[in-house]
């Protein structure tokens, strides 16, 4: 499939993390919304975009115009070993170790999604104020 990314990240924001840990977390989003677009139809697109404040918290969103998420599974997404990708493609630990390494960092992520539209998963982050981890 054709994606285009865009990345809207202003200077300035800083996040204290463990740079392998974090980059792990945000590439097993961006792989699972790669997956999440189907390869024939509309031209996909990823966003990484990131708001916050220097004192407070950072607000990180990757959307995608994937399949989305079915309702009835949403809740499990976190799960370990849930998977919805074909036998081999999927080990069903990649969001569980990105919640993980999320909120080892002190940190949460959630996620909205709409069958058909696509899905956002919102990370917020202690900003540089808070405590370094790493």
Same mark, same amino acid.
């Given at each position: 499939?054709?994606?285009?990314?865009?990345?809207?990240?202003?200077?300035?924001? =800083?996040?204290? /993390?463990?740079? @392998?840990?974090? @980059?792990?977390?945000?590439?097993?989003?961006? &792989?699972?919304?790669?997956?999440? !677009?189907?390869? *024939?139809?509309?031209?996909?697109?990823?966003?990484?975009?990131?708001?916050?404040?220097?004192? #407070?918290?950072?607000?990180? &969103? !990757?959307?995608?115009? +994937?399949? $989305?998420?079915?309702?009835?599974?949403?809740?499990?997404?976190?799960?370990?070993?849930?998977?919805?990708?074909? /036998?081999?493609? +999927?080990?069903?630990?990649?969001?569980?170790?990105?919640?993980?390494?999320?909120? @080892?960092?002190?940190?949460? !992520? #959630? /996620?909205?999604?709409?069958? +058909? *539209?696509? =899905? /956002?998963? =919102?990370?917020?982050?202690?900003?540089? $104020?808070? *405590?370094?981890? $790493?």
């Amino acid at each position: 499939p054709h994606i285009t990314i865009n990345i809207d990240i202003p200077t300035g924001l =800083t996040v204290y /993390v463990d740079k @392998q840990k974090f @980059q792990h977390a945000l590439l097993n989003l961006l &792989k699972n919304a790669m997956d999440a !677009i189907p390869d *024939e139809g509309r031209e996909g697109r990823i966003t990484i975009a990131a708001r916050g404040e220097a004192d #407070s918290e950072v607000e990180i &969103k !990757i959307t995608d115009t +994937g399949t $989305g998420i079915p309702e009835k599974i949403i809740d499990r997404i976190f799960d370990p070993f849930f998977t919805t990708k074909d /036998v081999g493609k +999927g080990t069903g630990l990649g969001l569980f170790v990105t919640h993980n390494i999320i909120e @080892q960092h002190g940190g949460s !992520i #959630s /996620v909205g999604s709409r069958v +058909g *539209e696509g =899905t /956002v998963f =919102t990370i917020k982050l202690p900003a540089q $104020g808070g *405590e370094r981890n $790493g």
